[in-house]
């Protein structure tokens, strides 16, 4: 039974134990100040190792790219040396990790990081919030809305490509075998995608070639600087919220799978809605994606080992990502394998934050249970 989920599978030049993934999900435990990944998070994914793959949440390459508090940085020397910690204890356990870089773009709040959001354009992004620990009822995270972006300069382009570039160096440099550039759910690479977000006049605006532009500078840039084969892109072309409904952002992630196919990164990652009367991802969508982009492809989105199976013998995805079963199940690929029953995620408001390993790194492995 899911032959194809244990398989040892290769990266690249990686060679995975399984073809199981832990994907991103934000957790905001980092100390403060100063947004340090601490040693609750060093076993929190040591835990995890049992997956072939993991992706860390979602890590800002800079103070501006930062929307949401507590959440991890790699731009600073204390943030690097915090990481080698995790990047040592994933890789004695016998896992890979890949660093997901993430610059939120206009969905932020000066209340977060003091800065005002900046965008493609000045466009607010309606009904979308982001949070703070202010002292609330218990510690819990305090939702506040996003504030109107600045329109980015094409020397605030350059200069975001550049921080890219060195939170990739740095994430290779704290012992991370690859990054994650965040083109999904919402946030810059995507605001760039969209019509609906991108209003631009100039060549990061317009048709879909220029909108395109930026995502594909981003990834040429990274790719360069640390190895096209230890470079990874996160998309969601199927994910609406964060006021991001573009009519045409099909066409245009196939235009850009096309063009990264030619760039010969190591993989796309799927991000797809995982609620519960989400949209199915069309069959003939992944076979069309299938096509244009020859290399790794990652689906994440609510799966279950089941579908998770039939993708992978159907050819149409490489490896399948776990979000929610993976934070609380540490071993679940072992209790996949074995049939044994999950954990219950606890509490939800320990999700995003709530401080210690409540929530978050004292979940029972299946042997323990």
Not at 199 to 211: H, L, P, Q, S, V
Not at 265 to 294: G, M, N, V
Request: proline fraction near 5%.
């Amino acid at each position: 039974m899911y032959t194809k989920l244990f398989e040892q599978n290769n990266l690249r030049s990686l060679s995975l134990q399984n073809r199981f993934v832990m994907a991103p999900m934000t957790r905001s435990r980092s100390s403060q100040p100063g947004d340090v990944p601490n040693d609750i998070m060093v076993e929190y994914y040591r835990q995890r190792t049992s997956a072939g793959l993991i992706i860390t949440e979602a890590t800002q390459i800079s103070l501006q790219g930062k929307g949401y508090e507590r959440t991890p940085g790699i731009y600073t020397e204390e943030q690097i040396e915090a990481w080698k910690k995790i990047t040592k204890i994933v890789h004695e356990n016998g896992s890979k990790i890949f660093s997901q870089l993430w610059h939120v773009g206009r969905i932020s709040s000066s209340k977060v990081n003091g800065l005002q959001p900046i965008a493609p354009s000045a466009l607010v992004a309606k009904e979308t919030n982001v949070y703070i620990f202010d002292g609330a009822v218990n510690g819990d995270a305090t939702f506040v809305p996003v504030e109107e972006p600045r329109e980015m300069t094409v020397e605030d382009i350059r200069k975001v490509i550049d921080e890219y570039v060195m939170a990739a160096k740095n994430a290779i440099s704290a012992g991370f075998d690859g990054v994650e550039i965040h083109g999904a759910n919402g946030y810059l690479i995507d605001e760039f995608l969209r019509s609906n977000s991108n209003k631009r006049t100039d060549d990061y605006g317009g048709k879909i070639e220029n909108r395109v532009r930026f995502m594909l500078e981003v990834t040429q840039a990274v790719a360069d600087a640390v190895g096209h084969d230890r470079t990874g892109l996160r998309i969601s072309p199927f994910i609406r919220f964060k006021d991001m409904d573009d009519p045409e952002i099909l066409d245009t992630i196939m235009l850009a799978a096309q063009k990264l196919n030619l760039m010969d990164i190591a993989y796309l990652h799927l991000s797809e809605a995982d609620w519960d009367d989400a949209p199915q991802i069309p069959e003939d969508f992944r076979i069309d994606l299938r096509e244009k982009f020859h290399s790794t492809i990652i689906a994440t989105g609510n799966k279950t080992p089941e579908e998770g199976e039939r993708l992978l013998e159907k050819g149409l995805i490489d490896l399948v990502g776990f979000g929610r079963k993976f934070l609380a199940n540490p071993d679940y690929p072992y209790r996949v394998k074995n049939n044994f029953p999950l954990n219950v995620i606890s509490d939800t408001h320990k999700l995003f934050g709530g401080g210690g390993v409540e929530g978050y790194s004292d979940y029972p492995f299946s042997t323990e249970a």
